[in-house]
T-cell receptor
Framework: EAGVTQSPTHLIKTRGQQATLRCSPI?????VYWYQQALGLGLQFLLW???????NRGNFPPRFSGRQFPNYSSELNVNALELEDSALYLC?????????????FGDGTRLSIL | GENVEQHPSTLSVQEGDSAVIKCTYS??????FPWYKQELGKRPQLIID?????GEKKDQRIAVTLNKTAKHFSLHITETQPEDSAVYFC?????????????FGGGTRVLVKP
């Protein structure tokens, strides 16, 4: 069974540009989560999508946004990039049921802002 | 919101010894507590999880204990091996209605010396 896949692996941008990161969940998973892992720091929750809807977001500015497609894949968009946006962006997926389900992570996209 | 504290930040043990990592959480409504292992340059990998209706769970050399009253949970690794060297993250989550987001501890870097 294929795991969570993310693309691209690396992304280099300059300040003010826009970045798009992509995630394909494990087959059968309908929930997709995005986390930011800045260097030396833990994982910070960004966004949760399920059944095509944004269900929850973390303490990040509105320039972090995304969407989920009918096939449950997801995009994370970051506008007006700032130097502090440099981080590893991790996507996770899970089944969506009425109780917590384990989240499984992809390899991440390393975003570098020059 | 939920806050998860993790200690120690670094842990060095001799091969064959035990390692213990402790986490405390602030929200008494949290009911799901996974642990992730992240090797250098790799994705966080779920190694064990526990729900609030269980006090202890074991999987081979790994065990997790949960004390709901004190709001803390711990990871125990016995007979450590060099391949256990990694960063370990604890996390806490509430039920679906609260967003399913994981709140992570700051991580523990474990080094197993041969």
């Amino acid at each position: 069974e294929a795991g969570v896949t993310q693309s691209p692996t690396h992304l280099i941008k300059t300040r003010g540009q826009q970045a798009t990161l992509r995630c394909s969940p494990i087959s059968g998973h309908t929930s997709v989560y995005w986390y930011q892992q800045a260097l030396g720091l833990g994982l910070q929750f960004l966004l949760w999508y399920d059944e095509g809807e944004e269900r929850n977001r973390g303490n990040f500015p509105p320039r972090f946004s995304g969407r989920q497609f009918p096939n449950y894949s997801s995009e994370l968009n970051v506008n007006a990039l700032e130097l502090e946006d440099s981080a590893l962006y991790l996507c996770a997926s899970s089944l969506r049921v009425n109780s917590n389900q384990p989240q499984h992570f992809g390899d991440g996209t390393r975003l570098s802002i020059l | 919101g939920e806050n998860v504290e993790q200690h120690p930040s670094t842990l060095s043990v001799q091969e064959g010894d035990s390692a213990v990592i402790k986490c405390t959480y602030s929200d008494s409504a949290s009911n799901y507590f996974p642990w992730y292992k992240q090797e250098l340059g790799k994705r966080p990998q779920l190694i064990i999880d526990i729900r609030s209706n269980v006090g202890e769970k074991k999987d081979q050399r790994i065990a997790v204990t949960l004390n709901k009253t004190a709001k803390h949970f711990s990871l125990h690794i016995t007979e450590t091996q060099p391949e256990d060297s990694a960063v370990y993250f604890c996390a806490a989550s509430k039920a679906k209605a609260a967003g399913n987001k994981l709140t992570f501890g700051g991580g523990t870097r474990v080094l197993v010396k041969p």
